[in-house]
């Protein structure tokens, strides 16, 4: 049982860079989210997404986009890379989001240089 | 504007001992209240909720309170054990609303053998 898979673990990206983050679940949740960890601030919600086809701003969504074609799937992509956006990025799912209980990956360590 | 706030960065309590947790929230459409728990290279695991519509929820050593009028909940953990020692995130969401989960900072735990 997989549950909520991330990819890469981890990478380090030159500035200006395109990257994507991978976020897979198999446990057929409708809502999903992408937050970035950051000392002192906690977890910060970037984007989510309700359900497949739906997507929203959280609140630090600049110079980040998501899509969400298909459930299980919810990829984030930085188009040109900063060094800001050096962080812990984690995916998270839940049944629906009236549902109190998120599952989290595993974490994807991004260092921009 | 941060509308989870966990204002003590960190905890340290004896083996045995209670350990308290706090957060405050500014925004009233709150509806549903948790925490998680994270060890360090992990994702956030889920420990417990409430609902707004309660003032208690106890599950087993975690109990959480909810003060709707102060805008402020607590975890108790009793008794501390060493393997409680993680950084605790409260985490609110409006299920009425656009389903946004959104954390606090988080407060470091120690628990001291």
């Known amino acids: 049982i997989a549950g909520i898979t991330q990819a890469p673990t981890s990478q380090i990206l030159a500035a200006g860079r395109r990257m994507t983050l991978r976020c897979t679940q198999d446990?057929?949740?409708?809502?999903m989210y992408w937050y970035r960890q950051d000392l002192g601030l906690g977890l910060r919600l970037i984007h989510y997404s309700n359900t497949a086809g739906t997507t929203g701003k959280g609140e630090v969504p600049d110079g980040y986009s998501v899509s969400r074609a298909n459930t299980d799937d919810f990829p984030l992509t930085l188009a040109s890379a900063v060094p800001s956006q050096t962080s812990v990025y984690f995916c998270a799912s839940s049944p629906s989001r009236m549902n109190t209980e998120a599952f989290f990956g595993q974490g994807t360590r991004l260092t921009v240089v | 504007d941060q509308q989870v706030k966990q204002n003590s960065p960190s905890l340290s309590v004896q083996e045995g001992r209670i350990s308290i947790l706090n957060c405050d929230y500014t925004?009233?459409?709150?509806?549903?209240f948790l925490w998680y728990k994270k060890y360090p290279a992990e994702g956030p695991t889920f420990l417990i909720s409430?609902?707004?519509?309660?003032d208690k929820n106890e599950d087993g050593r975690f109990t959480v309170f909810l003060n709707k009028s102060a805008k402020h909940l607590s975890l108790h953990i009793v008794p501390s054990q060493p393997g409680d020692s993680a950084v605790y995130f409260c985490a609110a969401i409006s299920s009425g609303n656009t389903g946004k989960l959104i954390f606090g900072q988080g407060t470091t735990l120690q628990v001291k053998p």
């Open positions: 446990m057929r949740h409708n809502a």
């Open positions: 925004n009233s459409m709150f509806d549903y």
């Open positions: 409430i609902s707004s519509i309660k």
